[in-house]
């Protein structure tokens, strides 16, 4: 087993920073224009205040990850802060959340494929086997070694971002006022529109987390994870907000609701009908990526816990690169009979359907991070002072977050709580084989 000063085997900062602009463009940021176009420019709020309550958490995460540089990031926040069993119980939502990332992102990256290989519009087996050799290459890529994954994550953050900075800039010289009135196209108030657009808008930000779990093989982790974090949600959050205002400029309301692909047709009408192959190279490029980092972290968390003694031992194997092999191999098994059992789903069916139980199992492990985050000032603990700033951070990271959890819809929060609560038998067998 390698230790922790082979740090030639550990990433920097850039290639952290990568996982987190990795980890939150996704395939997000290419569909949930035709979301937001129910409410009409009135979405862009939701930008705005999903990029700000992103901020506000990756601050805290920031904050937490100087003192707690720990594998698992707000698993191991909650832990410290509320012991065992919520620590699972976080650790395990974060993991059934990466479940379901996992198996959407795979979804998307073979829709996004078929705009160059129409078979996969049509062959419902053949998509699917697409997805699992694409799903079981990524794997086999973060099994053999976690350096290997970052730099793959690197590369495929570079390359996704030129295609959405294309739209972005070319937006800019074809806009059109009149698809920003009415302001609110919907027939709900303008507050209500804000939350829910807020809502959707943050799972393009779930991923700032993403420096927090593989702590264990980042270099100087207590530096290098907050600067990572910061970096890529302002990075991150620029490039949204711009891009859907371009967006906005060039389509009117109506027509993004009516399509599945937005920066194509937006790219098409910029620059010709060829132009929206070069935009399903970007998203093929952007799910690739993101599944990369995804199945990169989906070892992390299972590992951390089962070095706690609260996952089975297996969980912990890593091999000579430092890869949590066990861990990974399983994740991605699940993810494969996720997408088995869905199979004969419509894909926005699918889709959404993971999205919502990845957002709300999300949430709760901000909460708890929020919560280990104002308690550990309250009680002086890891160097935290019960300053102002502290409990005022504190208290607008959690209210963002339960904001968001009502954002999501009474349905999303019952299937992702039912999800979280299944894992207690999971939590006590663990216990009983220590």
């Known amino acids: 087993m390698s230790n922790s000063k082979n740090s030639s085997k550990k990433l920097g900062v850039w290639t952290t920073t990568a996982l987190v ?91 996004y494929l078929s705009v160059f290989i129409p078979i996969l519009k049509d062959n419902s087996l053949l998509s699917l086997i697409t997805a699992l050799i694409t799903i079981w290459l990524l794997t086999a890529l973060n099994s053999y070694s976690v350096k290997g994954g970052g730099k793959t994550q690197l590369i495929t953050t570079l390359l996704k971002i030129v295609p959405l900075l294309a739209i972005t800039v070319g937006g800019f010289f074809f806009i059109d006022w009149s ?17 829910i657009s807020t809502a959707i808008c943050l799972f393009a930000f779930l991923g700032i987390e993403a420096a927090t779990i593989p702590a ?32 906005f400029s060039v389509l009117p309301p109506a027509e993004m609701a009516n399509t599945v692909s937005p920066f ?19 998203a093929c490029i952007s799910t690739f990526g993101a599944l990369n980092g995804w199945i990169l972290i989906s070892g992390q968390m299972p590992m951390a816990m089962a070095n706690d003694g609260i996952l089975p031992k297996p969980f912990a194997k890593i091999n000579k690169n430092e890869s949590p092999y066990f861990s990974i191999i399983v994740s991605s098994g699940i993810v494969t ?19 919502l139980l990845s957002t709300v199992a999300t949430l709760v492990s901000y909460i708890f991070s929020v919560s280990a985050f104002g308690l550990f000032s309250i009680e002086r603990k890891y160097g935290f002072k019960p ?23 009474h349905e999303a929060v019952s299937v992702g709580f039912i999800g979280l609560l299944l894992g207690i038998p999971v939590y006590i067998w663990s216990k009983r084989k220590i």
């Open 21 to 111: 602009v990795g980890g939150m463009i996704g395939s997000g940021i290419f569909s949930l224009p035709v979301a937001l176009a129910q409410f009409g420019g009135i979405s862009l709020f939701g930008w705005v205040f999903a990029a700000l309550g992103a901020f506000i958490l990756a601050k805290i995460l920031g904050q937490l990850s100087k003192v707690i540089p720990d594998t698992g990031g707000p698993y191991a926040y909650s832990r410290a802060g509320f012991g065992d069993f919520i620590g699972f119980f976080v650790g395990w939502g974060y993991w059934l959340s990466l479940w379901a990332t996992n198996a959407a992102i795979a979804i998307s990256f073979v829709s």
């Open 179 to 195: 698809n920003f009135s009415p302001f609110n196209v919907s027939e709900v108030s303008s507050i209500q529109a804000i939350t």
């Open 216 to 247: 264990g093989n980042i270099k100087s982790p207590e530096k290098t994870i907050p600067k990572a974090t910061m970096y890529g949600t302002i990075a991150v959050s620029i490039l949204y907000m711009a891009s859907s205002f371009a967006l």
């Open 264 to 282: 194509s047709d937006a790219a098409s009408k910029m620059w010709g009908a060829n132009a929206e192959y070069i935009v399903a190279a970007g």
């Open 337 to 355: 009979i996720l997408l088995l059992l869905n199979q004969t789903k419509g894909l926005a069916d699918v889709y959404t359907y993971m999205i």
């Open 387 to 409: 300053k102002l700033t502290n409990f005022i951070l504190t208290l607008i990271g959690f209210a963002f977050s339960i904001w968001m959890m009502f954002g999501s819809g």
